[in-house]
């Protein structure tokens, strides 16, 4: 079964401090790791993934993120926050051996970034 | 579209009603996916479409629950005698293939009452 766990409700950080959102994920193959943000009253929006290769990914808005294989995680970073930053972050895995393309989503975690 | 739209973005519906969801997905892109994102948490996943064809429907909570999309575009989510654990947001998500990153639309907050 695939499942994914982000252990942090919430995360507060001061603007221009490095931030981290932590994922775990159990999955049966070799997955595709997703991260998603969610602002208010608006859709999901992609910001990175990693499919093979680098470990270190890089995404949108200066987000990155590192997948260890031996500790199963894939935590999303940024070097110095912004407070437009804040918003709800998911974490989304995908089954690279599945035909149907589904995600699995974590619970999502509330990211706060104070001026 | 620029994006993927679905409408309505609210919808309140009274307990034993029968509601319509609809998703219009980016033009050219061949799977559309179903969520279901109840209050605080993260979404699941509920049904699958290549083109016409419903290839998984396996994340459908009930019989109540129906999904089409008839000529391989837009689609439609429907649930028959809504109950107040339908409450949720609904949201579609598009991708040129299965493989590829999903564009997800605003949702339709459904609140059942």
């Known amino acids: 079964a695939q499942s994914v766990a982000q252990p942090e409700d919430q995360v507060k950080v001061a603007e221009g401090n490095p931030l981290t959102v932590k994922c775990t994920y159990s999955v049966s193959g070799n997955p595709y790791l997703f991260w998603y943000v969610q602002y208010p009253n608006r859709g999901l929006q992609f910001l990175l993934k990693?499919?093979?290769?680098?470990?270190l990914v890089k995404g949108s808005y200066g987000f990155e993120a590192e997948f260890n294989k031996s500790q199963t995680s894939f935590h999303l970073k940024k070097p110095s926050a912004l407070v437009s930053d804040s918003a709800l972050y998911f974490c989304?895995?995908?089954?690279?051996?599945?035909?149907?393309?589904?995600?699995?989503f974590g619970r999502g975690t509330q990211l706060t970034v104070w001026p | 579209g620029a994006g993927v739209s679905q409408s309505p973005r609210y919808k309140v519906a009274k307990r034993g009603q029968d509601v319509a969801l609809r998703c219009d997905p980016i033009s050219g892109h061949v799977s559309l996916f179903w969520y279901q994102q109840a209050l605080g948490q993260g979404p699941e996943f509920l049904t699958y479409?290549?083109?016409?064809?419903?290839?998984?429907k396996s994340g459908l909570p009930s019989d109540r629950f129906f999904a089409e999309r008839p000529e391989g575009s837009v689609s439609t989510l429907k649930i028959q005698r809504t109950q107040q654990e339908d409450s949720a947001v609904y949201l579609c998500?598009?991708?040129?293939?299965?493989?590829?990153?999903?564009?997800f639309g605003q949702g339709t907050r459904l609140t059942v009452v």
């Open positions: 479409f290549q083109n016409e064809a419903q290839l998984d």
């Open positions: 990693y499919i093979t290769g680098d470990n």
């Open positions: 998500a598009s991708s040129f293939s299965r493989g590829d990153r999903a564009f």
């Open positions: 989304a895995v995908r089954d690279r051996g599945s035909t149907l393309g589904r995600l699995y």
